[in-house]
């Protein structure tokens, strides 16, 4: 059996509408027989009718109308059709979901699904990864799964723990990435995962700029380089522990994300590695983000626009130099 | 016709530069290939560069006695199209953000690049292009903070990381060679440095960080030595030094005066300490107000003095104060040495063995033999100039060839 990130996405929730009775699955074309703009959901509101819902095309009522209901106990998922237009809801989700408890004691459990990050061809509004902004805020979890096994593991937990969680999906890899067969639990929220052991340089990463390090790291090895990989799994809250204990290892540092470059979770990592690891680095800690500009429509230009296993192997042979 | 740069070579191991000292051609001349036309000099010797092939000198684009780095280029010659492709497909290829690099041009039948010579301190990048040998170190001094932090934990100085080959840009030390260092370090045999030796290593290393110089002179001990036999307590040559040091900077205590900052600084009092060999190490007892204590009483509390030092009481603040130091290093039977000034001190002046010999007797139109000994002042150059220095000597020198005044 072979199960690939999105179908790993769409197990998670059906798993969750079987099991619990609260959760339901809230936005556009989720529901009928469209199953989604991605098929996320595909086949889900026949199997649970009424519990799969069709929304209007307002992202701000979306995740109200979800607040809503989870202040009144529900365990609403609501779905993004693209990351780029949860700009829309930033009120709701910012303002409303993310201060919530803190200035009531009552929780609001929403998960709220962002198809992240670029495939070819998207161009500035359906290219997008939003999880540094959201990361900005109090009172957020923000999850970016980089494997077949966390996008399905870590949806369950979005759903179960009781703060607003913003789950980022990478378009890029509900299809190519592949798994046997699904786990039954993973690693703790807030816990990063050693994707590769290496003692030369540590990449750390996230989303589908883990699979482009892993990439980069395989090339290196073959110049004798030993990369380690950390994939921090939820860039909120941030495993800064991890970040720390490889950096001890390797004394280099290199952060990739496919965000735009003006701080943002690569800047906060180096940030943390700089205040508490200063005497861990034996080079000037390296970040590699998209470019500092939309993103482009031209597939060639995309592919220079964001960092991809090559730029990043140009990037830490420069730093292993150092 | 195609140019062909004639390219500063790689003259040796670590060598990153080096001066012209000769240019046997001028534009315009037939030459040979492998045909010596610029001498150069490094700092091991004079070399020459030769032609890259044969062919007639376009133009030379450097100076006499300019410094150009490893990988310049110094000129062009105008060569056949054979010869420039051959050369184009060895040149190495471009790189950018490199000074050195762009005027190597890629394809010798693309026009050159205009000429110029590139000098020493107008580069930036750091490493010439395609050598194994960076031509500017200066990233050799970087130390990372992981580097220092290692060095604070072990309580390791940059004059130990001085022996470690770098591999990290511009040749620093990584933390990978600093720990390959300790590592190789285990294989041979140590013991741990006493707090003697580890005192006088950390005060040489910090004194060494200013620039030291040393002039020296004779000095004539007979009078002296004839002295000495009439005296009660009998003082040590190196006591005479002393006094006669003390007795000079009284004269002139701005001699003895500390760079700081951009201050003078300039002790009250005429405190001289003199070098003491200890068991693996040095004690610098000092004398207080040695300007001011005859030599009777200098002889009897040095006496006081050695004592404490042999039975290792002599303590810190007995060490310390002193504007100047005298280091009688004849007593090892050397005639001249360059002793290094304590740090916090300009002044250290040196005494070596005396000798017999023979000196032309003017009245008696005879040589007659004489006891003569090397005087040397070390001193830091940022507070005194050789001239300062001399006067000084001289005036010590003085003293020291009638000790009755002493």
């Known amino acids: 059996m072979s199960i690939t990130y999105l179908e790993a996405i769409r197990e998670a929730q059906a798993r969750l509408l079987r099991h619990d009775d609260r959760v339901f699955i809230y936005g556009q074309d989720v529901g009928g027989t469209f199953g989604g703009a991605f098929k996320a959901t595909k086949g889900l509101a026949k199997e649970f009718p009424k519990r799969v819902l069709n929304t209007p095309i307002s992202e701000d009522a979306i995740v109200g109308t979800a607040i809503g209901a989870a202040m009144q106990g529900m365990r609403p998922i609501v779905e993004m059709q693209f990351a780029d237009f949860s700009s829309i809801a930033l009120n709701q989700i910012l303002n409303n979901a993310g201060t919530h408890y803190w200035r009531t004691g009552v929780p609001v459990p929403i998960t709220v699904r962002l198809p992240c990050g670029g495939t070819k061809g998207s161009g500035p509004f359906h290219s997008q990864t939003m999880e540094s902004l959201y990361a900005h805020y109090p009172g957020l979890i923000v999850m970016t799964p980089a494997t077949v096994e966390d996008a399905y593991t870590m949806l369950i937990e979005a759903v179960t723990i009781d703060d607003p969680v913003v789950y980022c999906e990478h378009k890029y890899l509900y299809y190519h990435l592949k798994a046997d067969k699904l786990p039954d639990k993973g690693l703790p929220i807030g816990r990063a995962r050693i994707a590769r052991e290496g003692r030369d340089l540590t990449i750390v990463s996230y989303s589908a700029m883990t699979q482009e390090s892993l990439a980069a790291a395989e090339e290196l090895a073959r110049e004798g380089f030993e990369l380690e990989v950390i994939d921090l799994r939820t860039v909120k809250p941030l495993d800064t522990d991890a970040v720390l204990a490889s950096v001890a290892r390797t004394g280099r540092l290199l952060c990739v994300g496919e965000s735009f470059p003006w701080g943002g979770t690569t800047a906060e990592v180096i940030a943390r590695v700089t205040n508490q690891g200063f005497h861990l680095l034996d080079a000037a800690p390296q970040r590699l983000n998209a470019k500092d500009t939309p993103i482009p429509y031209h597939p060639n230009l995309w592919s220079a626009h964001r960092p991809n296993a090559k730029s990043i192997v140009a990037k830490a042979r420069a730093l292993l130099r150092e | ?406």
Request: aromatic content about 4%; proline content about 7%; charged content about 25%.
């Open chain 2, 1 to 406: 016709m195609p140019q062909v740069p004639i390219i500063m070579p790689q003259l040796g191991e670590s060598i990153a530069e080096a001066t012209i000292v000769d240019i046997k051609i001028k534009p315009g001349d037939e030459v040979v290939d492998d045909q010596e036309i610029i001498d150069v000099e490094t700092n091991k010797a004079v070399m020459g560069v030769t032609t890259p092939c044969k062919g007639k000198i376009e133009r030379i684009t450097v100076q006499l006695t300019e410094t150009y780095p490893v990988g310049a280029v110094l000129g062009y010659v105008e060569a056949n199209e054979q010869d420039a492709a051959r050369f184009a497909k060895h040149a190495p290829p471009a790189s950018p953000q490199k000074e050195v690099a762009e005027e190597i041009p890629v394809r010798a039948d693309q026009e050159v690049a205009p000429a110029r010579g590139k000098k020493i301190g107008a580069r930036d990048g750091d490493r010439a292009d395609g050598l194994p040998v960076p031509a500017i170190t200066k990233g050799a001094t970087f130390m990372s903070p992981r580097v220092r932090a290692r060095m604070a934990e072990l309580q390791l100085t940059t004059a130990d990381l001085a022996g470690i080959m770098g591999t990290g840009t511009g040749n620093r030390v990584t933390i990978k060679d600093l720990e390959s260092f300790l590592h190789n370090i285990d294989d041979q045999t140590a013991h741990e440095a006493s707090k003697i030796r580890a005192g006088v290593a950390d005060a040489m290393r910090r004194s060494w960080t200013r620039p030291l110089s040393t002039i020296g002179s004779s000095v004539n001990l007979d009078p002296m030595l004839k002295d000495r036999q009439s005296r009660d307590p009998k003082p040590g040559l190196g006591l005479y030094a002393l006094r006669a040091l003390a007795l000079a900077l009284a004269e002139n205590p701005a001699a003895a005066a500390k760079f700081f900052g951009n201050r003078m600084v300039q002790s009250n009092s005429i405190d001289i300490g003199i070098a003491v060999e200890a068991e693996d190490g040095i004690m610098v007892p000092v004398i207080r107000g040695a300007d001011k204590t005859s030599l009777a009483d200098l002889t009897t509390k040095y006496k006081e003095l050695i004592e404490l030092a042999r039975q290792r009481r002599i303590s810190p603040d007995m060490q310390t104060g002193g504007i100047a130091t005298v280091s009688n290093f004849g007593i090892f039977g050397m005639e001249w040495g360059t002793p290094i000034p304590l740090p916090d001190q300009t002044l250290l002046l040196g005494l070596g063995v005396g000798k017999k010999v023979p000196s032309w007797e003017e009245t008696k139109n005879e040589f007659v033999p004489k006891t003569e000994a090397q005087i040397t002042l070390s001193f830091d150059h940022r507070s005194i100039d050789g001239g300062g220095a001399s006067r000084l000597l001289k005036r010590v020198i003085e003293l020291l060839e009638h000790p009755k005044e002493l």
